[in-house]
């Protein structure tokens, strides 16, 4: 057994902490799903009407607007709805043939799907460590991880901050690198003004229930400019078919459910009006912790226009605020509280505690702050006035 492991904390699975027993008008909820569905619920109805009307329930007539709607969205020719996030990565690799023996770049402190995709295709996971201001992919750690079997590298926008895409190109460019985004919680955010998912070579979007632009259930979308890309991931999602009962390579089901489609078609239109809040409600959090020492807020960076999925802070002392915090009925997470190379999963990786510095500082520091479109701004005031208290209490 890797020696590491037993340093490793044990009980962070509630790294959400909900504060359950509270009636709602002394909670501030992390996420507020209930909220942007009422708003919506008689034109999701309507949506759905038409589905069973139609009875298209498998690749049906929404999910193709849906792919047209959202390839135009990002600016890309091509949109192929999949089951998921993870498939739409795992598909994309595929879609370059990437498969065991090669290697996949991506960044240490992403979701652990983004690395999951990678195995699932049989290739392995090489990881770099981020940046310290933007918690992306740090371009200047890619030589390091470079190897003659390098095929692709994955940058992750995390938390709604696209990566510093130019180096990152460049350095694929120079290495003949496949690059796919995950834009998993990126929909709508720019880099230099183009939207995430339209820069590398693919893109995968995770449509799950609380991203920006989230189903009622499981569902996702891969995007490109290739067309031979594009044809091969719609064979893949779908029994490898080309046509009915001709099955051009072995492929599998990840098909977009019609009846998501239909919803994700309502709430794409409001997409970037709660994309304009989210960046709003950030902006009132990142003015009232200003003053506030000790706790780090999120910095923009120079070529990025976020869509913050998630708002996160950094501070010494996180897991005492997260709990001072809950006492209050004040609910937070955190994103993520175990990097991916110190899961059980990936003890053969052969990574130990102390290879990626800073994410591993970051796991103990990071707290992801209540952040959806509804979010009330006095729920932002009471947040952060909080935040001041147990910071002047702790001093
Ligand atoms: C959500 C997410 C995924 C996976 O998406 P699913 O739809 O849950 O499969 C992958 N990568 C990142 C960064 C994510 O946030």
Redesign the pocket.
């Known amino acids: 057994m890797n020696p590491d492991l037993l340093l490793m904390p044990v009980a962070l699975a509630e790294s959400s902490r909900l504060a359950d027993g509270l009636p709602d008008d002394r909670r501030v909820r992390f996420v507020d799903l209930a909220a942007q569905h009422t708003a919506l619920a008689s034109e999701i109805d309507q949506a759905l009407a038409g589905v069973f009307g139609r009875t298209d329930f498998v690749l049906g007539r929404d999910v193709h607007l849906l792919e047209e709607e959202f390839a135009a969205y990002c600016g890309v020719d091509y949109a192929i709805g999949v089951d ?4 739409a ?1 795992e598909l994309a690799l595929r879609a370059w043939d990437i498969g065991p023996g090669d290697e996949v770049i991506t960044a240490a402190n ?2 652990v ?2 690395a999951f995709a990678i195995s699932q295709v049989g290739a392995t996971p090489v990881l770099v460590d981020v940046d310290p201001i933007t918690y992306n992919l740090d371009a200047t750690l890619l030589p390091g991880a470079l190897s003659s079997r390098t095929r692709a590298l994955i940058p ?1 926008h ?1 938390y709604g901050q696209p990566a510093d895409m130019d180096p990152i190109l460049a350095f694929a460019c120079a290495h003949g690198l496949v690059v796919i985004e ?1 834009a ?2 990126a929909h709508g955010a720019r880099y230099k003004g183009r939207r995430a998912g339209s820069l590398g070579h693919a893109a995968a979007f ?3 229930p609380s ?1 920006n632009l989230g189903a009622c259930g ?1 569902a ?1 979308m891969v995007v490109t400019d290739n067309a031979d890309a594009a044809e091969r991931i719609r064979w893949l999602r779908n029994q490898g078919q080309q046509a009915k009962y001709q099955h051009v390579v072995c492929g599998h089901n990840h098909r977009l459910d019609t009846v998501q489609a239909a919803i994700l078609r309502v709430k794409l239109s409001r997409l970037d009006t709660w994309n304009t809040v989210r960046r709003r409600r950030a902006r009132l959090y990142t003015r009232l912790l200003a003053g506030i020492p000790t706790i780090v807020c999120p910095i923009v960076a120079a070529y990025a226009e976020p869509v913050y999925h998630l708002y996160v802070i950094r501070v010494a002392g996180r897991d005492a605020l997260q709990t001072y915090l809950l006492e209050r009925g004040i609910e937070t997470g955190i994103h993520y509280p175990t990097p991916i190379h110190l899961q059980p999963a990936y003890r053969d990786l052969g990574y130990r505690s102390g290879s990626f510095p800073v994410t591993e500082r970051y796991a103990g520091e990071i707290l992801s702050l209540p952040m959806y479109a509804e979010l009330p701004e006095a729920q932002c005031e009471q947040v952060a006035q909080a935040i001041g208290q147990w910071v002047a209490r702790a001093a």
């Not at 998921?84 to 498939?87: A, D, E, K, L």
């Open positions: 998921s996030g993870t498939s990565l992403t979701f799907a983004t992750v995390l995950d998993c919680q995770s449509f799950y991203k499981e996702g």
